[in-house]
């Protein structure tokens, strides 16, 4: 009698521990949660080990050992499910920073691109402003020397207009790159707060 009361409050004191699911932080997955899921293992094996060693103390050892097995099973399974969802969950983080590393180097490429052709613009706008000045140059020395000639119309051009707008082009295509960055950024965020799909479960 008095083993079939230790057993009663040996079943007892483990129920509570069935009824709970491990809890999981949202983020990031660590291996810290790997062995608390292992741990938990552990401890519900030796329970189950326990109570089952209770079992033989009793009259009906096959009806006793077959709830101690059914619960076993239930608990088991509950922790094989949450270590799938930390697998889910460590498969789209390692998603989501391969995605981050491939869209800051695409990003970044981008940026150095529009550099360099905002680059091009003004030293293209610099370099015809030179000839102008060299021509203008050239034309002043043939009138100094030939006076009565009729020294021929100077070039002239938009020079500023263009270096102003080579100018504005490169800023408007800095804001452009920085907008893009914002939109990257709010999609990852997007993404990351998105539940991980759990997997079936395996039998």
């Given at each position: 009698m ?12 483990t ?11 949202e ?10 899921i ?5 401890r ?128 408007r ?31």
């Open positions: 008095k083993q079939l009361v230790i057993c009663l409050l040996l079943l007892g004191c129920m509570p521990v069935w009824s709970q699911t491990l809890s999981l932080p983020e990031p997955v660590s291996r810290d949660d790997y062995q608390r292992k741990t938990a293992r552990l519900e094996g030796a329970n189950f080990d326990a109570q089952e060693a209770a079992c033989y103390q009793r009259f009906a050892v096959n009806d006793c050992l077959k709830k101690v097995q059914t619960k076993r099973i239930a608990v088991m399974a509950d922790l094989k499910r949450q270590e799938s969802r930390l697998h889910d969950r460590e498969r789209n983080q390692l998603g989501v920073e391969a995605l981050e590393r491939i869209e800051q180097k695409a990003l970044e490429r981008q940026q150095k691109q529009d550099e360099n052709q905002a680059q091009d613009a003004v030293d293209r706008a610099q370099e015809k402003l030179r000839e102008q000045q060299d021509k203008r140059a050239e034309h002043a020395a043939k009138a100094a020397t030939s006076p009565a000639s009729v020294s021929a119309p100077t070039p002239s051009g938009p020079t500023a207009a263009e270096q102003a707008e080579a100018r504005a082009n490169y800023e295509k800095q804001a452009d790159a920085q907008k893009k960055r914002l939109e990257i950024i709010k999609r990852q965020a997007e993404k990351a707060s998105e539940p991980a799909k759990p997997l079936p479960i395996q039998p």
